[in-house]
């Protein structure tokens, strides 16, 4: 068999992601201050991914993608993240709703679907976290189907070209594949948290929207079926994706901190140094944020490894070891939201108290990482690797677990 030596390796495609994952980034912090206190939709945020082909990665070669792994693709979203947090949100996003088919759909849907990603360059929103507002439901109408119901948080369902959404159907999760602005789909345009403020967040309504047997992913019958241990790989890819956007942030903001500091900081008038870069206490304070910073990020990489092993792994996958992987992604998820909380808080006392200014707006890190870490509470993944490593007992799966 010969080798086609002028493609690219999968390295080589890998870093040359890397590389234009790392050129939005440095365009996106040159303004995310701007940017955070204007609060519009990220439209040219979005273009900007699709400009420097960074939404198709994970599509095959020969579609027009790069054939990057999801373990791949976090690291995109970690390198994003430390230019904009809410951007890095909206792609990690995206790259996990683009696996839903591989997990769900029939191997027709997953294809048809990956074609269109990667010659199209869709941007994918979600509507899949399954608390507040009312259930949105699906029913049959005819030779098809109707969505209705509301949620109270998506993310990027007004921009996406393509929408993700779970639904019951006959009382069970289904999962629907639609284009955005289906009529009858509306974004209710209500997001005003104190971060993430980019994500083109906030509450959803569905009412009577036309649903097509083949945006239903899976075969017939659409219910009954039993959920896989392969399947519920699913929950773990959103959480790895906000393991990788929290380090990515700490990452981003140290360095910001570190800029600063040399250009602007002073010794404290006891430290008996004449700049900032040598006060003692400083050092220590940097030594030993980068410190945690990079164990965040090596259980960041242990946990991608883990969970693409799983997927690589492919539907033989048992159920004890889906546990593990999914255990590694949420210790990750642990350490990573302490140690980012803590490092974007510490950072300041780094810089000091004039860069507190809000004309610098360092303190986007914080609000962005206080926003996003509750999405669940951090306090049930670090009860759910007790329990498995104390009683052996599984996470049950459901869209947080």
């Known amino acids: 068999m010969s080798v086609d030596t002028d493609r690219p390796t999968n390295a080589a495609r890998f870093a040359a992601a890397l590389e234009r994952a790392d050129l939005v980034a440095a365009e996106l912090r040159g303004t995310a201050a701007e940017r955070d206190r204007a609060n519009l939709p990220p439209r040219e945020e979005v273009e900007l991914l699709r400009a420097h082909d960074l ?18 693709t976090v690291q995109i979203t970690r390198r994003i993240a430390r230019g904009d947090t809410s951007i890095a949100h909206l792609v990690g996003y995206h790259y996990a709703q683009t696996r839903i088919a ?10 048809e679907q990956s074609r269109r990603n990667a010659e199209q360059k869709i941007f994918w929103g979600g509507v899949q976290n399954p608390r507040g ?9 005819g030779d098809g189907f109707r969505l209705n119901g509301r949620r109270s948080f998506a993310s990027g369902a007004s921009l996406g070209d393509q929408l993700s959404v779970t639904a019951a159907f006959e ?7 639609l284009p955005g602005g289906r009529e009858g789909f509306k974004a209710v345009g209500d997001w005003d948290n104190i971060g993430q403020r980019l994500t083109d967040s906030g509450g959803v309504e569905f009412s009577d929207v036309r649903v097509e047997r083949a945006e239903i992913l899976g075969p017939d019958p659409l219910t009954g079926r039993t959920i896989t241990p392969y399947q519920t790989l699913v929950t773990p890819h959103w959480q790895l994706a906000f393991v990788n956007f929290y380090v990515g942030t700490a990452e981003g903001a140290f360095a910001e901190a570190l800029d600063w500091t040399r250009l602007h900081a002073a010794a404290w008038e006891t430290s008996g140094v004449e700049r900032a ?25 242990r946990a991608g490894e883990a969970l693409q092993a799983a997927l690589d792994t492919g539907p033989s996958i048992t159920a004890e070891q889906r546990a593990e992987a999914a255990v590694a992604v949420y210790e990750a998820k642990y350490l990573s939201t302490k140690i980012s909380l803590a490092a974007v808080s510490r950072l300041f006392e780094i810089q000091g108290a004039r860069a507190t200014t809000s004309a610098y707006g360092f303190d986007r890190h914080w609000r962005n990482l206080r926003t996003h870490t509750l999405h669940d509470p951090v306090a049930y993944k670090a009860r759910e690797v007790g329990d498995w490593t104390l009683n052996r007992r599984a996470p049950e799966f459901s869209l947080y677990r």
């Open 55 to 72: 939404l198709q990665v994970q599509e095959p070669v020969e579609y027009g993608g790069a054939g990057l792994s999801y373990a791949q």
């Open 102 to 111: 591989t997990l769900f759909g029939t191997p027709e849907q997953a294809d």
């Open 133 to 141: 507002g009312s259930a949105i439901t699906l029913t049959r109408d």
């Open 171 to 177: 009382g069970e999760l289904v999962f629907v594949s």
């Open 277 to 301: 870069s040598d006060d003692p206490y400083i050092l220590q304070t940097v030594g030993e944020v980068r410190s945690e910073i990079s164990a965040a990020a090596l259980i960041a990489d």
